[in-house]
């Protein structure tokens, strides 16, 4: 018997997963079809390019597992944690461990709906496929999360900091809004905006970083996940293409999910700015530059080059976020200093050394520095009292400046059923109008701190809901947090020279 | 912001795969036109104008040993461009129109 090529194997392996049903009418085993206005003529001639069959997949799989797991034991072994460059790396990383995971855990959710709700064989494979990935990501995460909680603060309640923490509503809110969208929405929601567009950024750059702060667990996280990123993106590009290609009447349907998740997910990474920007004290790329590369050079400029033929523009707010990357992590970093009581994570003091590379790196960076200076005074200088104003899509605080006049904030306003609702940007107001009955349903912990929902003593009460201490929170150098980390590194001989 | 700037394809590749990442960059390098290798340390960015060819055969010749190209799975950390054609012998990335 010869053996089959990758192609003839493929074929052989994946035919026959999707039949005609007999004895049920179409439309009611797949609801959802024709609900988005999405109309398919012969989708079956859709292949996916990786053309991977699952023994293939299983080991492959094993293989990046194992990999994984190898660099993963050695760094604990070797006291890796006490040999990073600077403690305060990961307090960014926390913000990575309590985020990041239950957002790969809804992402497998999505994937078993899509593929549930279209019935094309390749989509189907694709994202059962991508279903397990996810699931292998949320585990990898977690078994991340359980080590850094060996000698990390801050992170010893794992299902109070993956759901009740405040920052969790802003991944949440994305996730929840893909998984109440139809099918055809949720594919583009998370095959194009998450995976292909920014989850590069989150697992490259910012492992690049942890790479040159001496964090090779964290950056051997990023690329495994990533690696399986690369067959989510080949996904999410060609079901673009089918579509598009399927019929015209489906360009402009296609569009408006482009504008609206294209924001959606710029939105949702903006910490990822001051996590590549701030937190690392040796910084081997900035964000405007990862932006640059990842989102102007191989979105914009490629894929969407590509996509012209159909008629397809650069998503509606293509442009504000060109204009923000010049203040993007500055707005978020002074934005979330100002709840460093209230956070997960500590902020910190920035030292000369952060200063004159932020300097050098950002010509508007200037306009922030007199602001971050007052913390050298007193770390809590810049603490708002209570908690922020939240943007109704986005869920992070209505504060951005308009890239265009930057002593105005951006914040814009709508009425919906005799309330005014508020949002960070155009590109949330926007997709606000698009489904303001979406919006308008959303619980948020501080509203409910607010309102009085936690109890008579509100930040007791916080605390109790999310977990954490109030010594958990506020700024790093300050902290016990950093006090333990240089005892563990006078106890291992480790030079101090840094402090 | 759509320029007529020449649009790249490419990949990330991990530095951990070490001689087999080595190999992939040194076989592109050599069946390409116009190959640029950025280093990021934990990964390296290689790309190419409009279209990247990568070749088992080259592969191997670098590498000094029998390739398999499933293990170009274990390497790429990330890709852009769109994925034409990926069996044994060749993997081709490509943006029709850009």
Known sequence: ?499 | MMSEKQAYVGMDLDTSMGSITNALIAAIEEDNEGVIVEDFAVYKKVKAPGKMVVNRETVEEHLGADFDMDQVHLAMSSCFGFIKDWDEEQLIIQWDEA
């Not at chain 1, 239950?102 to 994937?111: F, Q």
């Not at chain 1, 349907?253 to 910490?271: A, T």
């Not at chain 1, 770390?379 to 951005?400: D, I, K, R, Y």
């Not at chain 1, 590109?427 to 409910?448: I, L, N």
């Open chain 1, 1 to 499: 018997m010869t053996k089959l090529g990758a192609k003839e194997k493929y074929h052989a392996m994946t035919r026959d997963l999707m039949w005609e049903p007999k004895h049920f009418d179409m439309k009611k085993v797949y609801p959802l079809i024709e609900k988005e206005g999405i109309i398919l003529k012969d989708p079956s001639r859709w292949e996916d390019p990786f053309r991977m069959a699952y023994n293939q997949y299983v080991k492959i799989q094993s293989e990046k597992d194992g990999i994984y797991h190898a660099v993963s034991n050695a760094f604990e072994a070797n006291d890796g944690h006490a040999k990073v460059v600077d403690s305060r790396w990961y307090e960014g990383v926390k913000i990575f461990a309590v985020n990041v995971q239950p957002g790969e855990y809804s992402a497998h959710r999505i994937m078993a709906y899509i593929g549930r709700n279209i019935p094309i064989e390749a989509i189907r494979f694709a994202t059962f496929n991508q279903a397990i990935d996810e699931l292998r990501h949320a585990q990898i995460e977690i078994k991340h999360y359980a080590h850094m909680s060996k000698q990390i603060d801050g992170l010893h309640n794992i299902p109070a900091t993956s759901q009740n923490l405040w920052l969790n509503t802003v991944v949440k809110s994305f996730f929840d809004d893909a998984m109440t969208a139809g099918p055809f929405e949720a594919l583009i929601a998370i095959s194009f905006a998450f995976e292909y567009v920014f989850t590069n950024i989150l697992f490259l750059p910012f492992a690049s970083s942890a790479g040159a702060v001496g964090d090779d667990n964290f950056a051997a996280v990023g690329k495994t996940v990533q690696s399986d990123e690369s067959r989510h993106m080949a996904l999410g590009m060609s079901a673009l293409k089918m579509l598009l290609e399927e019929d015209e009447r489906n360009v402009p349907i296609i569009q408006g999910w482009l504008d609206k998740w294209y924001w959606r997910g710029y939105r949702m990474f903006s910490v990822i700015s001051m996590l590549v920007d701030y937190y690392p004290r040796i910084r081997p790329i900035s964000w405007k530059k990862a932006f640059e590369t990842y989102v102007e050079e191989q979105v914009f400029n490629g894929l969407f080059k590509d996509l012209r033929k159909y008629g397809i523009t650069l998503p509606k707010f293509a442009g504000d976020s060109i204009k923000e990357k010049e203040y993007y992590s500055h707005t978020v970093f002074r934005i979330l200093d100002q709840y460093k009581m209230a956070n997960p994570y500590r902020s910190f003091k920035l030292q000369e050394d952060d200063y004159e590379w932020l300097h050098n790196e950002y010509p508007k960076f200037d306009q922030f520095a007199p602001i971050l200076r007052r913390n050298e005074e007193d770390v809590f200088a810049n603490t708002s009292p209570g908690l922020p104003a939240v943007c109704s899509v986005c869920q992070l605080p209505a504060e951005f400046p308009n890239p265009d006049s930057p002593l105005e904030l951006w914040t814009q306003y709508s009425e919906y059923n005799g309330h005014t609702y508020m949002t960070c940007s155009p590109g949330c107001k926007h997709v606000f109008d698009r489904e303001p009955e979406k919006y308008t349903q959303s619980w948020w912990p501080a509203e409910a701190y607010l309102s009085g929902e936690l109890g008579e003593d509100p930040i007791a009460g916080m605390f109790k809901y999310s977990g954490l201490s109030p010594e958990e929170t506020g700024e790093h150098y300050t902290s016990r947090e950093h006090a333990r980390w240089l005892e563990h590194r006078r106890h291992l001989g480790l030079d101090k020279k840094l402090f």
